[in-house]
T-cell receptor
Framework: LAKTTQPISMDSYEGQEVNITCSHNNIATNDYITWYQQFPSQGPRFIIQGYKTKVTNEVASLFIPADRKSSTLSLPRVSLSDTAVYYCLVGASGNTGKLIFGQGTTLQVKP | GAVVSQHPSRVICKSGTSVKIECRSLDFQATTMFWYRQFPKQSLMLMATSNEGSKATYEQGVEKDKFLINHASLTLSTLTVTSAHPEDSSFYIC?????????????FGPGTRLTVT
């Protein structure tokens, strides 16, 4: 399973766009990239998943360069409620298999 | 959307006793479920893979005789912490795999806070 590296923490202000980059140099050909959000004392919540290029949904965008050795989660116009820990994970066949969580990025959104 | 529940949400037990935590997939069948443990300010640590109808697969360093996993049906997996000790106090989270139209999605439960006194 590919190891991921993310910044430990990030600060932002309400209304700003936040980009969190994850490195996964050893990603395998059949690995997908998935991002989860976790609030204190809650289970992780799925945000977005992608394989290559760009994926966008109602809450975020995921940018994946051609070499797939990194990915960037983009959160548009964050609010205080986006303060959470964000995890980047890579694994085969999307969510089929076990996920190994890295340290995650603690995002603090300030007013 | 798919929902995974856990019961209880929090439990306090005395040292030496056993505690059972349930993980249920509420609107889908899950042949595979996972159990994680999370200590304060730390990331989730995968403990084991629970497969319906077969023995669980434990991650390295996780004692299978201490953390008993039973996946007796397609919607229920249980984790029993046997002879619990204060160091077993943690946040236990399960997840379940749902397959739909050839796609696979993993959903996490809300977690169970275990405190051993």
């Amino acid at each position: 399973l590919a190891k991921t590296t993310q910044p430990i923490s990030m600060d932002s202000y309400e209304g700003q766009e936040v980009n969190i980059t994850c490195s996964h140099n050893n990603i395998a050909t059949n690995d997908y990239i998935t991002w989860y959000q976790q609030f204190p004392s809650q289970g992780p919540r799925f945000i977005i998943q992608g394989y290559k290029t760009k994926v966008t949904n109602e809450v975020a965008s995921l940018f994946i360069p051609a070499d797939r050795k990194s990915s960037t989660l983009s959160l548009p116009r964050v609010s205080l409620s986006d303060t959470a820990v964000y995890y980047c994970l890579v694994g085969a066949s999307g969510n089929t298999g076990k996920l190994i969580f890295g340290q995650g990025t603690t995002l603090q959104v300030k007013p | 959307g798919a929902v995974v529940s856990q019961h209880p949400s929090r439990v306090i037990c005395k040292s030496g006793t056993s505690v059972k935590i349930e993980c249920r997939s509420l609107d889908f069948q899950a042949t595979t479920m996972f159990w994680y443990r999370q200590f304060p300010k730390q990331s989730l640590m995968l403990m084991a893979t629970s497969n319906e109808g077969s023995k669980a697969t434990y991650e390295q360093g996780v004692e299978k005789d201490k953390f008993l996993i039973n996946h007796a049906s397609l919607t229920l997996s249980t984790l029993t912490v046997t002879s619990a000790h204060p160091e077993d106090s943690s946040f236990y989270i399960c997840s379940a795999i749902r397959t739909s139209g050839g796609e696979y999605e993993q959903y996490f439960g809300p977690g169970t806070r275990l405190t051993v006194t």
